[in-house]
């Protein structure tokens, strides 16, 4: 009997020990914990399954599958060990049976948020594009529909003056319907009447305030349906053997070329940016609104827009799928987005307000710098970034190059080579927003 307990405080010890490691960062130290663990009580589900994460995060998926699939042939049921199973088959390119695993975990937890995102892109890249809408549909329910399970609940109850401005504008370029009119318009003014009393500065609302705005403040309050186009949505005259060649040519990896989408798709998707309330990132960047695929940017064009335009250039993106788009919206004209990097292999930019709103033709656009940062470069966060960034780049600026904005112009480069908007000057009013969108394709270290 006192073996019995000598032997079960030892595990708890362990147990212990290796949270305690792993919490701190300890991983190496927290891993021999867990195989400790493992050594005393082979099946333990908790020692397996966060054994198996951190031997995923250090680089080894085949060896953390082998421990998610030891603990869930004893417990089927555990619905994060098959979450990170389907990613440690993500990572091994085995993206029919990860699919399978994420929707295991569905059917385990149906609000499983990050599970249903992961569906989301492995669909589309697959070319499931109505499954892959499904998802994201569902991602954006958790976050801001009827079962939103409080992952944006800070985004429900702040804001800034530029943003609610932003809305307020947003709701009075609807168009006009006898049932909605009036409501918009009051919207508006509500809208305005408390940007009135706040800043530039992101600031909690009070309850008088979150009241004036309304329970659908920051929600989907109008979303624009935006449907596939039959006939496709990327210019099919894209000439991919010269943007395929122009990238080659531009060391480390850099093309650009006018006429992406066409005229229809333009069209509809200036038409959704400009009509749906998906605007509902306003602290990523100050000045800026955004929109990511998860949270009301995915609709069947954008999807659309995707798909097609990594099959236009297979030898390229063909090994590299989606992983991420979002749409930036600057509210003051003149800011600019400062130099950053993007984590993944290739991104594409492009632009979709028209030429008129830009008053300097020959700026506006895209400054890419062709100096790749050492191979260990961590990607932080967009404002911890910059100063680093910034001195890297100093005594480099002959490695600029500057592409001029053009509405329908895009521009793709190696995700690794820092980027930053080249002087706005764009003039005020709500339909003169310069409204970049970016796609993401591949992971970093995929090249």
Request: net charge negative; with cysteine; aromatic share 8%.
């Amino acid at each position: 009997m006192v073996g019995g307990d000598q032997a079960a405080g030892d595990l708890q010890g362990l147990i212990e020990r290796a949270a305690t490691r792993q919490q701190v960062g300890r991983l190496e130290e927290a891993e021999a914990a867990y195989r400790a663990v493992l050594d005393l009580a082979p099946g333990h589900s908790g020692a397996l399954h966060n054994l198996g994460v951190l031997v995923a995060r250090r680089g080894d998926p085949s060896a953390a599958l082998e421990l998610f699939d030891r603990l869930l042939a004893s417990e089927p049921y555990y619905a994060s060990a098959h979450f990170n199973r389907g990613n440690a088959l993500r990572a091994l390119g085995r993206d029919r049976e990860a699919i399978q695993a994420f929707r295991s975990v569905t059917a385990l937890e149906p609000d499983h948020h990050d599970a249903h995102r992961a569906l989301g892109f492995l669909w589309l890249a697959a070319g499931e594009r109505d499954r892959s809408l499904d998802h994201f549909a569902r991602t954006y329910d958790l976050r801001r529909g009827e079962d939103r399970n409080g992952m944006a609940n800070r985004s429900l109850r702040t804001a800034t003056r530029l943003k609610l401005q932003h809305d307020a504008d947003l709701f009075r370029h609807l168009p006009p319907r006898p049932r909605d009119g009036q409501r918009f318009e009051t919207l508006a003014r509500l809208y305005e009447s408390v940007a009135a009393d706040i800043s530039d500065e992101v600031v909690e609302l009070s309850e008088n305030q979150l009241e004036t705005l309304g329970p659908d403040y920051n929600g989907p309050v109008h979303l624009r349906d935006t449907p596939e186009i039959l006939g496709g949505a990327v210019n099919d005259g894209l000439d991919a053997a010269a943007i395929t060649r122009m990238y080659r040519d531009t060391a480390p990896g850099v093309a650009w070329f006018d006429d992406l989408l066409t005229p229809k798709a333009l069209s509809l998707l200036q038409r959704f940016l400009r009509e749906s309330t998906i605007w509902h990132d306003f602290s990523h960047i100050g000045g800026f609104v955004a929109a990511y695929l998860e949270d009301g940017l995915a609709c069947p064009l954008v999807l659309q827009i995707a798909d097609e335009f990594r099959a236009a250039l297979p030898e390229l993106l063909g090994p590299h799928p989606l992983t991420q788009a979002w749409a930036f919206k600057g509210l003051k004209g003149e800011q600019p987005i400062d130099v950053h990097a993007d984590d993944a292999a290739v991104s594409l930019n492009f632009w979709v307000t028209p030429d008129v709103a830009n008053r300097n033709p020959d700026r506006g656009g895209l400054v890419v710098y062709r100096e790749i940062p050492p191979p260990d470069w961590p990607i932080v966060d967009y404002d911890e970034d910059r100063a680093r960034i910034r001195s890297f780049l100093a005594g480099r600026d002959d490695s600029a190059l500057t592409i001029p904005y053009r509405e329908n112009r895009a521009v793709l480069f190696d995700s690794r080579l820092f980027h930053g908007s080249d002087a706005p000057d764009f003039a005020p009013g709500y339909e003169n927003h310069r409204i970049n969108i970016t796609m993401l394709f591949g992971g970093a270290g995929n090249l």
